[in-house]
């Protein structure tokens, strides 16, 4: 189980890497939303493979179509069914995956709980899943811009050792997509892609942090005790593939300053309540308090890569994995929608379920 | 809503700081297993205030009671129902929060949610509301413990600027309980009380963090694609009061190591699947491998500080807070059983989550 | 687990018959709703046991108390927690059932299901457990009173083969209370009263057939296509201890008709979209359509009777059980309010989800 | 929302009736079950339109495909994915739907709730949804046998009037197909044909009752006191288009009997605790008791009627309703298949969910 996330807002997704396609269901949409392919065509394009020459190479057109929960162009309140064809499926390029465990890669975890595993492609476990949860996010961001003009943003902030400067509270798209590593400092980018290149032909990989701000949620949002704004944030991120570590606000750097240097003051600007000052993140208690919602999440170095690796069989002798191919040197230019859409999914969900309880 | 926690072993906790308790109830824990009241005072006793000098000086006994759900010491398989009564409610104490909104508390976004907010000690917000969650935790371990062996422990590894240096691999609670900061890291412990006991007289706080190792846990617990492990314990860490952050096994620093460095090897030992290295953090793809658990979480630092600070009242006009009386300078050391608990919440449920599908 | 019920409007009852009491936690009850005792207790009194001579003569007072979820008189949108305690707990007078089976009753089951139960009392299969359903059932009436003007009143309509005439439409709460037997044909309400005394006499026990109607929901309520209205108050009606049946609208009867005789033809009434006929019972294609609602519940006769019954021991032994002191001749008078208080539930839980999805 | 059933296992469905497709996603399903199409075709050929003179002369070839969760033939443990295309879909032919609600149909509901409708071929309302169940309770079904041995056969055993006389506790699966009302009763059977026909040739349509039975299934199953194992059936029952009531045992002639008459006396036969009669209906206090689990469900004469109705327009004028083209007169012996849907789904839940808690 476990493939379905959000309560009122809530999305399903199914498929593996070589089979019948991917896809995902998305069950509370609210009705009347305008929605066609075209809304969510271009966050696919920047998740999919082959989109530039620091990703892997992979070619999958990824072209999403929308089977159910739409009339002339309106969500009806169905549930939106999505589908993406699998192609592409070069299952020879694998064989070894078959009898060998690939390090820090989930084939022996799989295994080990199902007793089985689709072993071309990784099946489940290949991030082709993050498809669905793309599509869906597009959807959940959709909605969450035109109800309330909420904006999510990300952009790769780290690549391994490299740090690049952003200013999270006016970072946009276009900035983001200036490059094909996604991270808005011009410099830090040209550094970034001139390291994963020479990573890539090493055969190796990288990983860095993704950091992602969402503007204009309103005060309100979140769920204390356990699901609380923050809470359910970090366990979407979490939930993407290489993920290592989340954190809002102020995170661990938080932790060096003394209550005095760390808490944001209250001050009325405009007739409204604010902080002058944002080391809570946005979300004070568990609930957005309606300054930016800003978090970061770690991603690891991917684990496949072109160099000989020590490793077990499925019967249990040990052996030396050299995996062939393609690889992706790092994921985070393609993880960058992926996050925008678990942020938007968290969000979606908790509108609803403010909406709910408080009536707004 | 949000106040029910984990699918197969649920937790619902309720209670506000001035009212008639704060309680829980655990649904869906094993029948036939030894519980009584012993087997949790203990946890929540590591919990309270006023256990020592470095932490609040509020004087609660905290004594539970279990209402529900056990039969002659066994368990039943019904809900257990757990309570332990309010007492030192001194909300004279706190008036001055009826009217302001305390920086970096959550006094302004329940307002803003609800359109009410019980003010006397926090209400909800309190930490009290905590107690429950330690005392379905002691329920979770004892039966992690006897079911499967696991055993789980955390420590403060760092308060403020000052980091302990831990061995979580053999981590035990005597090495924990040896000192009032609950760090192993003698030397270490001696600075941060002392850090603490000034923090306390300059009426400041600071923060640190807190690492936790859970051993024993069996290969195939987890449940991708949402339901990865580590997602559930961030989620869990995350919404503990105060937390900031989380991260699992090499977590941020990770990202400093390519792939070739980063990779878990797999090799066998003793008949099984091993990782000599544990980067990972004991997950794999979302799954449990069989190796230890590790995750560190950050907690800011307590917002309630007896220094003036800038804020709004309800109605809307800024103005100046200046807190009295007691404040805690430190929540480290009570932020322990906490974690100890909410890592053992997310355990148990998906112990029994892996057992329904996959039958062991 | 099964211990919780709703979604939105979530409720959780705990307790067994002979132990520190039982309660009930209502988790998304909305913010500012005036709450006291004084709007649980009437319920409480109507379903309690020794109320009149026709009920079990148990003798127990049953006042609630409201733990938390409550500030000055309103609810604060945080979890409401209400107990009740336990009394008149005359363990020795069930001590045969310590090692028998009673027919009918579930300590089998219970004992095949958790291999231990608690006997005394029945434990956690005793009514006493509806207590927690009645008491949150009690908030939910208020609430839907208040936000949309929904009425929901129940009788009982049947006691053996005596079948009373009742008017559902214009059903009143007096009406039904004109009798200790909760039956507002007079009448009828002898007759049943007469024979419920004389089976009472004769040691053995009735059932019936309580009927309900709700009034005032709004159309649009009802989330098809598995959380139909019929379907959740259905399963709220099956639930209740000794219930078999449950129908909506024309029911079992219906089948009787044809199409054109069961359909129920649309007219403007007063610029409403209104059926002058209603045997759909106020809800088509699983969503209320603003026409009452009404269903009927079976209860079968109470299984505890005063006649000796064949039965087993634990140990596997055929013997002969006597049950001795007090029974319940018919449950229905007490059914009322359960009845009531269930369908609360359901329709608060979807107004609420109605307004997640749909904005109102 | 409502779109999906199960905690454990769970099944969501999705699609219109004219639109990409209709389809299920099973999440929770035990690893490594051997499962292909022709596992569930069967099922889904004894549900579709076009099977024999007495149903809908729609013709729809209804052909499953499993896109994801099975690997060489077997259950992987992740999410399966099944999706039938649409096809015959003349959707002039319900051009007046477009602007008239039909009589006891959910065009009104679904246009109150949602401010939106998929008119054609009634979209979301149409009986197209449930081939979702079916596919997916053919999955249940065969795990339930493999796993159990469990056994479930439904059958028509009423039509209007007449009366089927069934022995439910050896109803077999060829009995049952032994003509096309579905009635093992094969005079009875000629009857409701012969009905079936006269009520077609009229444009009308009747209703009836379908009876069901689960051998098989062990002690143990059901979690009080909301998820009872007779709630959730009833539910399951009550979500299916046109049902009306659900009784289980006794139901609602039971309450024409004592206590002394009703219960059922416990023996032991063959070492296991047995009760000779069966009036519960294999439950007790919402618990399987390893007797035959029997149960009824009824289903109102089908809505589409070929005979000039009134009704209102969607811009609320009254006016006059003539349906044209293919109707259902009797949903009955399509019924059948989706009755022992739903009561997989359920048991199959409730395995997974025993097996949690209880471990076994």
């Given at each position: 189980?476990?493939?379905?996330?959000?309560?009122?807002?809530?999305?399903?997704?199914?498929?593996?890497?070589?089979?019948?396609?991917?896809?995902?269901?998305?069950?509370?949409?609210?009705?009347?939303?305008?929605?066609?392919?075209?809304?969510?065509?271009?966050?696919?394009?920047?998740?999919?493979?082959?989109?530039?020459?620091?990703?892997?190479?992979?070619?999958?057109?990824d072209?999403?179509?929308?089977?159910?929960?739409?009339?002339?162009?309106?969500?009806?309140?169905?549930?939106?069914?999505?589908?993406?064809?699998?192609?592409?499926?070069?299952?020879?390029?694998?064989?070894?995956?078959?009898?060998?465990?690939?390090?820090?890669?989930?084939?022996?975890?799989?295994?080990?709980?199902?007793?089985?595993?689709?072993?071309?492609?990784?099946g489940?476990?290949?991030?082709?899943?993050?498809?669905?949860?793309?599509?869906?996010?597009?959807?959940?961001?959709?909605?969450?811009?035109?109800?309330?003009?909420?904006?999510?943003?990300?952009?790769v902030?780290?690549?391994?050792?490299?740090?690049?400067?952003?200013?999270?509270?006016?970072?946009?798209?276009?900035?983001?997509?200036?490059?094909?590593?996604?991270?808005p400092?011009?410099?830090?980018?040209?550094?970034?892609?001139?390291?994963?290149?020479?990573?890539?032909?090493?055969?190796?990989s990288?990983?860095?942090?993704?950091?992602?701000?969402?503007?204009?949620?309103p005060p309100?949002?979140?769920?204390?005790?356990?699901?609380?704004?923050?809470?359910?944030?970090?366990?979407?991120?979490?939930?993407?593939?290489?993920?290592?570590?989340?954190?809002?606000?102020?995170?661990?750097?938080?932790?060096?300053?003394?209550?005095?240097e760390?808490?944001?003051?209250?001050?009325?600007?405009?007739?409204r309540?604010?902080?002058?000052?944002?080391?809570?993140?946005?979300?004070?208690?568990?609930?957005s308090?309606?300054?930016?919602?800003?978090?970061?999440?770690?991603?690891?170095?991917?684990?496949?890569?072109?160099?000989?690796?020590?490793?077990?069989?499925?019967?249990?002798?040990?052996?030396?994995?050299?995996?062939?191919?393609?690889?992706?040197?790092?994921?985070?230019?393609?993880?960058?929608?992926?996050?925008?859409?678990?942020?938007?999914?968290?969000?979606?969900?908790?509108?609803?379920?403010?909406?709910?309880?408080?009536?707004?």
């Amino acid at each position: 189980m476990g493939n379905s996330f959000g309560e009122r807002f809530r999305v399903s997704t199914w498929g593996e890497s070589h089979g019948g396609g991917v896809g995902v269901v998305v069950d509370g949409c609210p009705p009347r939303l305008a929605l066609t392919e075209a809304d969510i065509q271009p966050d696919l394009d920047r998740r999919r493979p082959g989109q530039s020459r620091i990703v892997t190479q992979r070619q999958e057109p990824d072209r999403v179509r929308i089977l159910s929960g739409t009339f002339e162009g309106l969500t009806l309140g169905t549930p939106i069914a999505m589908l993406v064809d699998n192609t592409d499926a070069r299952s020879e390029a694998y064989t070894e995956m078959a009898s060998k465990f690939r390090p820090s890669h989930a084939d022996y975890t799989y295994q080990a709980k199902f007793g089985i595993r689709a072993w071309p492609g990784g099946g489940r476990t290949s991030a082709r899943e993050t498809i669905g949860r793309v599509a869906a996010g597009a959807v959940a961001r959709k909605w969450l811009r035109e109800e309330f003009g909420v904006e999510i943003v990300a952009c790769v902030s780290q690549v391994k050792e490299i740090k690049a400067v952003v200013a999270l509270e006016k970072l946009t798209l276009s900035q983001v997509e200036s490059n094909m590593v996604r991270c808005p400092d011009g410099a830090a980018a040209k550094r970034m892609i001139a390291l994963i290149e020479c990573v890539r032909k090493a055969g190796d990989s990288v990983g860095g942090v993704v950091s992602c701000v969402a503007r204009g949620v309103p005060p309100g949002w979140g769920e204390p005790v356990f699901d609380r704004l923050e809470a359910d944030l970090g366990k979407a991120m979490l939930s993407l593939p290489a993920s290592k570590g989340f954190e809002i606000g102020s995170g661990f750097e938080g932790v060096l300053l003394t209550g005095r240097e760390h808490n944001d003051a209250f001050r009325m600007r405009a007739g409204r309540v604010r902080t002058p000052t944002n080391r809570s993140g946005g979300v004070q208690g568990g609930i957005s308090n309606g300054e930016p919602l800003y978090f970061r999440v770690a991603f690891k170095p991917t684990a496949t890569i072109l160099i000989p690796q020590q490793t077990v069989t499925a019967e249990g002798r040990n052996t030396i994995l050299k995996a062939r191919g393609r690889h992706d040197p790092c994921v985070l230019p393609r993880a960058v929608p992926m996050v925008e859409a678990m942020a938007a999914l968290v969000l979606a969900d908790h509108a609803l379920r403010h909406r709910a309880q408080c009536g707004r």
